[in-house]
């Protein structure tokens, strides 16, 4: 996939404390899109917004379910139910997507 540009670290939960501190994958080729502002209206979900973004990423690497992902020292969780295989004209998975959270 043309355009990914980052690099994630996939973390997954400890199984005994919650905390996201267990390596999935050491380093993601991706892309972390900003999601388009145009078009909300003002107000809280714009707001929302800014710590939305899309994570994209080859077709190779199935995500988990429940992953936080480290790019550039920022932590961002993926959101459940947002991950999709996107497929190419041929029926392939082209890429896989999904909206990620900015981790408070």
Not at 21 to 33: E, F, M, N, Q
Not at 49 to 77: F, K, S
Request: glycine share 10%; hydrophobic share 45%; charged share 20%.
């Amino acid at each position: 996939m043309i355009g990914l540009i980052d690099m994630a670290i996939v973390y997954t939960p400890d199984p005994t404390t919650g905390a996201y501190t267990v390596v999935d994958k050491a380093s993601l080729p991706c892309r972390l899109a900003v999601v388009a502002v145009a078009g909300v209206d003002p107000g809280p979900g714009r707001v929302e917004l800014v710590d939305e973004r899309r994570l994209l990423w080859g077709p190779d690497y199935a995500m988990p379910i429940t992953a936080q992902v480290e790019i550039e020292g920022a932590r961002w969780n993926v959101e459940a139910g947002s991950l999709a295989a996107v497929r190419g004209p041929d029926g392939s998975i082209a890429y896989r997507r999904a909206k990620v959270i900015k981790a408070v």
